[in-house]
């Protein structure tokens, strides 16, 4: 059974809540659903045991941290070299992800910068990588959607 059966309504309606507004707190959550307060605890607390729930964590935007440039950088790699690479990548401050992919390329990066020279710079600490061979990079313009995951909430 996949994931999103194993939600009911007032888990859909509790993450609904925790995505528009997870400063509030417990006390109010659970004053929203209508729950007491340890029902409420008790199913924010299964939705991150199960990894429904992966963060906390404020999310931070790299423009205004001063990393208005963005691309993605595809990353063809030497045969049996994978842990390896992505453990240099993840060397370069500037890299944000890295993720294996299927296709022509093995993998591809997230990358920020200051301005273009900076941009340079990333693109020669990857290439520098032990285990990359070729790369391929589109600099990211403007993001039209995005992350988002609450309509997977929707049955």
């Given at each position: 059974?996949d994931s999103?059966?194993?939600?009911d309504?007032?888990?859909?309606?509790l993450?609904e809540?925790?995505?528009?507004?997870?400063r509030?707190g417990?006390r109010?959550f659970?004053?929203r659903?209508g729950?007491?307060?340890?029902t409420?605890?008790?199913?924010?607390?299964?939705?991150e045991?199960?990894?429904?729930i992966?963060?906390?964590?404020p999310?931070l935007?790299p423009?205004?941290?001063?990393?208005?440039?963005?691309?993605?950088?595809h990353i063809?790699l030497a045969?049996?070299e994978?842990?390896e690479?992505?453990?240099g990548?993840?060397?370069?401050?500037e890299?944000l992800?890295v993720?294996?992919i299927?296709g022509?390329?093995d993998?591809?990066c997230r990358v920020v910068?200051r301005?273009?020279a900076h941009?340079?710079?990333?693109?020669?600490?990857i290439?520098?990588?032990?285990?990359?061979?070729?790369?391929r990079t589109?600099v990211?313009?403007?993001?039209?959607?995005?992350?988002?995951?609450s309509?997977?909430l929707?049955?």
């Amino acid at each position: 059974m996949d994931s999103l059966h194993l939600l009911d309504q007032i888990d859909r309606r509790l993450l609904e809540i925790v995505m528009a507004d997870p400063r509030v707190g417990v006390r109010e959550f659970s004053r929203r659903l209508g729950v007491a307060r340890g029902t409420a605890q008790a199913r924010l607390d299964k939705l991150e045991a199960r990894g429904v729930i992966a963060s906390w964590a404020p999310t931070l935007e790299p423009a205004a941290l001063g990393f208005p440039l963005s691309a993605l950088v595809h990353i063809q790699l030497a045969q049996a070299e994978l842990e390896e690479t992505c453990a240099g990548l993840a060397e370069v401050r500037e890299v944000l992800e890295v993720m294996s992919i299927a296709g022509e390329f093995d993998i591809v990066c997230r990358v920020v910068a200051r301005d273009h020279a900076h941009l340079e710079e990333v693109f020669s600490a990857i290439i520098s990588t032990p285990g990359v061979l070729r790369t391929r990079t589109e600099v990211i313009l403007r993001r039209r959607v995005g992350p988002r995951v609450s309509q997977l909430l929707d049955e």
